[in-house]
């Protein structure tokens, strides 16, 4: 019988690397890339972020495990995460028997680029102000209904 939990591993690599997609390279996907080689009979791996980890992001890797074997096998497993704020220089992937540091590459054109400010298009047309003789007359409040219950 197989049972979800953290995934032991032997040789964990990793690479991390994020992609601005918001305004100002500060919002984007962290991209991670994990490898190495993992108990026999493990599937399904995925990367959860750690909540309670307070020195910046931690990923534990988990999977299914089972049914229990001797010996180990490669895997290669790839997730994106959503950041909505500037991405860290380094993040922490721990599975059941490692933890490393990644460093986290960015790009070169989202590293504390500024803001655009003229994107290079015209500018729109303005539209003309209406003058007092074209403004709509202003709305009398409607009294709110009275039914009655006459047949």
Known sequence: MGFYGPVTT????ATAEFRATG????????????SGE??????????????????GLRYNLM?????????DSPFHHEQGFD????????IVIASASET????????KASAA???PTNTGLPAPPRRPRRSSRDARPARTPQRPQRWSARA
Not at 10 to 13: D, K, P, Y
Not at 100 to 107: N, S
């Open 10 to 13: 032997h040789g964990l690599e």
């Open 23 to 34: 305004f100002g390279g500060v919002v984007g996907v962290l991209g991670i890339k994990v």
């Open 38 to 55: 993992a108990q026999n009979f493990t599937s399904g791996f995925v990367l959860v972020r750690d909540e309670k980890f307070v020195g």
């Open 63 to 71: 999977g299914w495990t089972g049914p229990l074997g001797k010996g």
């Open 83 to 90: 950041l909505g704020a500037m991405p860290p220089e380094e």
């Open 100 to 107: 490393i540091r990644v460093p986290v590459k960015l790009p």
């Open 113 to 115: 680029a500024p803001a």
